[in-house]
């Protein structure tokens, strides 16, 4: 074997490919030890290190950010295709209201070049700063999802090297495109375990035009909050984003960004609403709520902090597994509870992020060097919350490494376990000599 | 075989089952030439006939209202199940936004329903008051697709028959769900190949809250149409509706139905939009363009004829069949120009009815008995205009029967072969003894 790597190696240098030998560690501290690190500059060259993984069935992980928060591009002796050197945006076209670009684009530079002509791309994942337009491989979310949906509503059309090494192109850069089964969605959240995406056509619109409001609802205990989002699903009101800090994360943006906002029990929801919408949300009347309007300069403070939560609980608590359950409304109160129960039960904090309007939460587990295994076990229970109400183990950060088993377990209790024999089957179809992101996902 | 059919139809009766002998028509003309038409009660009728049709390998074709476009129902000794009897809403969530129906609720009955709890499902083919929503299967669109996209945006979980006669459901009725591969997508638009839908989740929303104004644009030619729409893309204006009418199809209406719109030399354009975004498409200054504010009443009226003009059609101009390209917008006044040396060349009127506001066209190729062949000709014609103007040959009627060969043609003028073999792959994969509507789609 050890002859194999240094064989792949030189082959890899032959091709004259960029490459480097190091260890990476992502976001969440999942370790990434590869054998080998590639930067492919272009298509051609995933094809060439596609096709020598193949040769020597040899794992391929590819690489934006690292922003996983699920251990998803974690490796041990794999090839990491580093995509970052495939930054280019190809196109912009605001005739047919798309964006083409290579998959190393970091969205915030996307959507600077975008705001040029007017436009923008909606899906916005707290590390909008550091991500790449690769967050198609996750199917990313973000705060404005309430509003805009996720990426999958946003990609349509993809070019992809298959673990084959043939490139294949599905969809077109129209929003109405029905020329066979839906292979773009089949990629969309696939998580590198099906092929490499190497160019995409993004769906882009409009800069919003009307003026939006940003409100910022103060919770007297967690019970308000459930109720607060019941009622405004039940009245059938529509914000663009609505977005839950808990007293854990509000006092860590505090500390981290000398922030000074409210600690109310509770925890605050931030809303942003169409001005002309907002009369319907103020009408709501339950006790224990606080709501304050606040000026656009506040509103771009707020959203920004909201953005930095995660790096900001990184910074006051230290490592985290970050959980993405997401529970049916109706059932949004007793979740709370459930939740609570938990935090109680091990005594520990637990900072909860959440796109509370779509009942998607991120509890943040923590751990110290040395209690992986605790904080794994507590992760486990939370995901098991959601499952048992009817919920779902992720809402937008996919499955990766870490909820391999929940995965397994949610279909297990649904009696819907024949659905991932034929997710596996999908998996043998694309990638017999299973050299794509192995061992994760779907196993 | 012969004796394979009495076994077969005698089975089904041990089965208790209701069934039928009769061919049928669907919408456009295909003959429907089923060897028993079978009415299952619920999802167990369903795994045993096909269970049945597995055994003796023979075809199923599901039918709703008949209301396909390109032959998608069509069929030669097959057992057609009529899913009419499948007509329940099961469940309307307005917390969590969904309704979980059975596939023969017709649409039209579902949106009456959901109207009294304040929401609607906001797909709208033509055919809203007849088709089921089985148009699940076609991934419909409809005139409100420029503002909430076609099925496939809001379908958010499915029961399906497999052809092994087992039952999956993928999905879950929640906005946010990352579990593994997306299966939903895959079967939506699948046109029955991959299995029988039993059950869906779909997506509602509460009814629009704004005001929205109808407006009638009358051209005075047909590139006057195409700088119009090509002008309210530019300036990133985004109405919940834009239809357009042409001379034929506006003629078709007023004999139909006595409706007495002005026929304008370049056809008209119907839009809804939200009453604060009027002054942006009022600021559009191109000669030959004739803006109307109507009023409630009109409008009501205006979308009721568009919605039945295709049946106009049928009734002044007799059979036709209907094309759906999509054409980049950017394209369109290159698309109208070969539409009308195409309608010229032949010496045949071609109405033409579109969701103009994405591309969307639906030219109608007029055929009498007996000019089928030639009809098919000019349908091909119409078709690869969108092939060479980067467009597609479907939009949202799917391909069915009748568009086959020209699925193959546009993959193969983009030099995508590799990912028409990938979907036959899937098909093989889910379908082995090519018992789910053979002989159509990819094939």
């Keep these: 074997m050890r002859g194999n790597n ?44 596609v096709r020598l993984a193949r040769e020597f069935r040899i794992s391929i992980v590819p690489w934006g950010a690292g922003t996983s928060l699920t251990g998803a591009v974690s490796c041990d002796g794999c090839i990491l295709l580093d995509m970052r050197r495939m930054n280019k945006i190809l196109e912009i076209n605001t005739i047919d209201w798309y964006v083409r670009v290579q998959p190393g684009v970091v969205l915030d530079d996307l959507n600077k070049e975008l705001s040029k002509y007017g436009f923008f791309f909606p899906p916005d994942p707290a590390s909008h700063y550091m991500c ?33 090494g043939e490139v294949i192109k599905v969809g077109e850069p129209l929003k109405k ?21 190497t160019e995409a056509w993004l769906r882009i619109i409009p800069l919003p035009k009307r003026k939006v409001q940003t409100l910022i609802v103060y919770l007297d205990d967690m019970e308000t909050l459930a109720k607060f989002v019941y009622e405004v699903r039940r009245r059938g009101i529509m914000p ?25 029990d509770g925890g605050l929801v931030i ?46 608590y230290g490592s985290f597994y970050s959980e993405d359950i997401t529970v049916p409304i109706s059932r949004l109160a007793e979740a709370i509870i459930r939740l609570k129960e938990l935090g109680d039960k091990y005594r520990k904090p637990m900072p909860i992020l959440a796109h509370i309007g779509d009942g998607n939460m991120h509890p943040h587990i923590l751990y110290k060097p040395g209690e992986e295994e605790l904080a794994q ?28 088993e929940l ?28 050299i794509m992101n192995p061992n994760k996902y779907i196993y």
Excluded: C
């Design 407 to 434: 995965l397994y377990e949610q279909y297990l209790v649904r009696n819907n376990i024949k659905t991932l024999e034929v997710m596996k089957n999908i998996k043998r179809l694309f990638d017999p000599n299973d």
């Design 6 to 49: 240094y064989l792949i190696i030189n082959k890899l240098k032959d091709l004259g490919l960029e490459i480097s030998f190091e260890e990476r560690t992502d976001f969440i501290g999942f370790k990434v030890k590869p054998l080998v690190i590639v930067y492919p500059q272009g298509e051609d060259d995933v094809i060439n290190i």
């Design 377 to 404: 076990r507590m992760y486990y229970e939370v995901a098991r919350i959601a499952i048992e109400l009817g919920g779902t183990i992720s809402g937008e950060h996919g499955i990766g490494l870490q909820k391999r």
């Design 240 to 264: 663009e984003l609505m977005e839950y800090m808990d007293p854990y994360a509000i006092n860590a943006v505090n500390q981290a960004f000398n922030s000074g906002l409210k600690v109310a």
């Design 271 to 316: 809303i942003m609403i169409e001005e002309d919408l907002i009369d319907e949300l103020l009408n709501i009347r339950i006790n224990g709520l606080n709501i304050v309007t606040i000026n656009e300069e506040g509103a771009r403070r707020i959203y920004e902090l909201r953005s930095r939560a995660g790096e900001a609980i990184k910074a006051v």
């Design 132 to 164: 790449t337009v690769g967050i198609i491989a996750t199917d990313a979310g973000g705060m404005r999802a309430l509003k805009y949906g996720t990426v999958k509503d946003w990609v349509l059309a993809l070019r992809v090297v298959l673990p084959t």
């Design 177 to 197: 495109n029905r020329t066979g089964y839906d292979l773009v969605h089949l990629f969309v959240g696939s998580e590198g375990t099906l092929g490499i995406i």
